[in-house]
């Protein structure tokens, strides 16, 4: 279960060949059953709270004193209106149904059994009994008889608040729920902070009700883009990337020149015949000019550097879209991926969040301050909700996790298949099934991690939230520095787990042997990852504004023409996050999958010359770009005589180091820079969180880099052809 390993393992792990493997054995068997132990605790809350009552009372409900609906009671000692026989009475009816509880999230108000739930507005206490003589269902509290509802005194304590809305029961839940939902304005009111106006609420949420088919059809809208687009970037590739490099320094040149043409317009204009408060105001926004113009400045000539190390590494990201457009050729099952990931996720909070319900009704009756009933857990029991939440994460990320060994077993065969004609039938299914055989473990350990990290995350920003406008700046700095360098280390990790996902793929060997492997491997060639990342990242990137502009425009095009109501922010707001959401997780998949083909041809290249014998697995696309480096090589005049050239990694160890040293320096001088503009408070907390991601992320990662480029292994020599 370490990740220790001897140096005899180190030996094998040199002479291992990077290939699919027929013959394969299960991985990391601890982690298997450990985490098959941890679902049958999971298993175990639920099944607790299902024998103690709480799903009889979730589903059917219960009133304030302890009774559940539609069923006879036995009474609770000293807890009046107890032990009621509610046969008749199946629906659970609340005398206030809009008094939200917002610290709470529950309903603030007195539940009863009732037969019925009335289906139109009652308002007035002649109507609420009128409905209890005609339909036998009594709105009043249990000592309150119907006869009395117009004469008693009590009648304004013990009756619902008038008037009673229209109210119709959930389904398969027994509860009445009021069916106009602006009932619920005040809560959505006090979760959206900038409506402070009730009517322009309730005209929010009517747009939406009203416009349910317009956002269904601009949904699939968004799903109908995001499949074209995969397709179209197959065919764009090349000019893609090229137009989108020269967009941004477009961008970045004509954005730093109008900030310093606005600089000197703004320096050259007449002050004489401004007042003092407004020659203070124009003196702050040429400051603030000033900074902007030299901050964009800097930024500007960064990116040129970086653009021009990494000028002649875009063509192998520009191959790679083109080999993974044709992944998807070859592979078009992995086009409905995201549909049975997204599918297993929505089964698995179903169960997550009526297990957490359960747990909600469950224990011991209790009499709360009111004299009325509720239910909870005493004892060690009372902990079950963090064990709760955690199988939340780790099952969730174990899911994900599943997704990302699928993709890449399916790549992997793809690739290392040298005739694609003797693709397995299915690769997604023979993927799915070596999984399932004899890397569930993996996956488990993987996301368990992953799991590791995101918890105290999670928790230190439940802190930072309750602790908001109490804490000092120190403590505020703190806080974020924690949190932002436990969100760098999840993104880190994430990215190393699905190359190690990849690794295991390939070889069959357990998580750490796959992490080390794949690690060797990307720190070797960290610049082309980099470029990749960046490149790709901000295509794909593109690629989802696209669709979310897209999708943005035809709403309100089409919203533009309902004259049933006047306000439809809501419901475009509504269409432009599914619309990034059915984007991302489309896109995700062509992410992972280039990720996936470039671990690969990093193992190709280094492990392969072309000679017979140790021929290249990779496309003819890739196959280019080899030859094309090998000619500028050779036109170059490096490594020596062209029948005894020596190709290198896609970067050498010692210039990898040390163009990983000047980004790193290059890195913290703009952001020392940009912190040095800040004034105050924010200066302390900005220097603090960039020190802290440059000590703990990135000088780490260039020791790592110096380290292992001096274990790499000699390089290829080539024979000429």
């Not at 009517?206 to 065919?235: F, N």
């Not at 320094?249 to 003092?276: D, F, M, N």
């Not at 030299?294 to 500007?300: G, H, K, R, W």
Request: include cysteine.
């Amino acid at each position: 279960m370490g990740c220790c390993s001897s140096a005899s393992s180190a030996a094998q792990s040199s002479k291992r060949e990077w290939k699919p493997l027929e013959d394969r054995s299960c991985t990391d068997i601890p982690w298997l059953l450990l985490f098959i132990l941890f679902c049958i605790g999971m298993g175990f809350i639920c099944g607790f709270s299902i024998a103690t009552g709480a799903a009889a009372r979730l589903v059917s409900g219960y009133d304030s004193y302890g009774n559940i609906c539609g069923q006879k009671n036995t009474k609770l000692e000293a807890i009046p209106n107890s032990g009621m026989d509610h046969t008749q009475r199946k629906y659970v009816f609340f005398l206030d149904p809009c008094n939200l509880d917002l610290i709470n999230r529950k309903i603030k108000s007195v539940a009863l059994c009732v037969a019925a739930c009335p289906r139109q507005e009652l308002k007035t206490l002649s109507d609420v009994q009128k409905f209890a003589e005609m339909n036998g269902s009594a709105l009043c509290s249990y000592n309150l008889k119907p006869s009395e509802y117009t004469t008693s005194s009590k009648s304004s304590v013990l009756c619902p608040k008038l008037p009673v809305p229209a109210s119709a029961p959930i389904p398969f839940f027994h509860r009445c729920a009021p069916v106009n939902i602006s009932c619920y304005a005040k809560f959505a009111e006090a979760l959206i902070t900038f409506v402070s106006d009730n009517s322009v609420l309730h005209r929010l949420i009517s747009g939406v009700m009203t416009s349910k088919e317009i956002i269904l059809g601009l949904c699939l809208l968004s799903l109908v883009l995001s499949m074209i687009l995969m397709v179209i970037i197959r065919y764009i590739s090349r000019v893609l990337v090229w137009i989108l490099t020269i967009l941004v320094i477009l961008g970045s040149l004509g954005g730093t020149g109008v900030l310093w043409w606005l600089y000197a317009k703004q320096r050259r204009s007449p002050k004489e015949t401004i007042t003092p408060e407004q020659l203070q105001i124009a003196e702050d926004n040429l400051r603030a000019l000033l900074i902007y113009a030299i901050s964009a400045t800097v930024f500007t000539v960064i990116l040129f550097l970086i653009m021009l190390v990494m000028r002649k590494r875009v063509a192998l990201t520009i191959a790679l879209f083109h080999v993974a457009g044709k992944v998807f050729i070859h592979l078009p099952l992995l086009v409905f991926q995201p549909f049975w990931t997204f599918f297993a996720l929505v089964l698995f909070w179903a169960y997550w969040i009526m297990t957490l319900l359960f747990l909600g009704t469950t224990g011991s009756p209790v009499q709360n301050e009111q004299g009325f009933v509720e239910f909870k857990i005493s004892g060690p029991l009372q902990y079950m909700w963090w064990y709760h939440v955690v199988g939340l994460i780790w099952i969730s990320e174990f899911i994900l996790a599943c997704q990302q060994m699928t993709v890449a077993g399916a790549v992997v065969t793809y690739y290392f298949t040298r005739d694609k004609r003797n693709l397995p039938f299915t690769p997604i299914l023979a993927s799915v099934n070596r999984l399932i055989r004899y890397h569930l473990g993996t996956v488990a350990k993987g996301s368990f991690i992953i799991t590791l990290v995101k918890i105290p995350r999670m928790i230190l920003m439940y802190i930072h939230s309750q602790l908001k406008g109490k804490e000092n700046a120190c403590a505020r700095c703190v806080l974020k520095s924690c949190i932002c360098c436990l969100w760098c280390l999840e993104k880190c990790l994430n990215y190393l787990n699905q190359n190690a996902y990849t690794a295991t793929a390939i070889n069959s060997t357990n998580f750490c042997t796959s992490a080390k492997d794949a690690f060797v491997i990307l720190v070797e060639n960290a610049l082309r990852v980099a470029t990749i990342n960046t490149v790709g990242d901000f295509m794909l990137f593109l690629g989802k504004v696209l669709i979310v502009c897209s999708t943005g425009l035809a709403g309100i095009m089409l919203l533009n023409y309902q004259q049933d109501y006047t306000v439809w922010v809501l419901p475009l707001i509504i269409v432009c996050l599914f619309a990034f959401l059915v984007a991302h997780c489309f896109l995700s998949i062509y992410e992972m999958v280039v990720d996936v083909l470039f671990l690969c041809f990093a193992i190709d290249t280094k492990y392969n010359d072309g000679s017979p014998g140790r021929e290249f697995y990779m496309d003819k696309v890739l196959m280019e770009f080899v030859e094309n480096s090998r000619k500028a090589m050779k036109e170059a005049g490096k490594g020596g005589v062209a029948d005894a050239r020596e190709l290198k990694p896609m970067v050498g160890g010692d210039e990898e180091v040390a163009a990983l040293q000047e980004f790193h320096f290059h890195f913290l001088s703009l952001s020392v820079f940009t912190d040095c503009t800040s004034s105050g408070e924010a200066f302390v907390i900005c220097i603090t969180q960039d020190v802290l991601l440059f000590l703990f992320v990135c000088l780490p990662i260039t020791w790592m880099a110096e380290f292992l480029s001096q274990l790499r292994p000699p390089s290829v020599k080539l024979k000429k052809r």
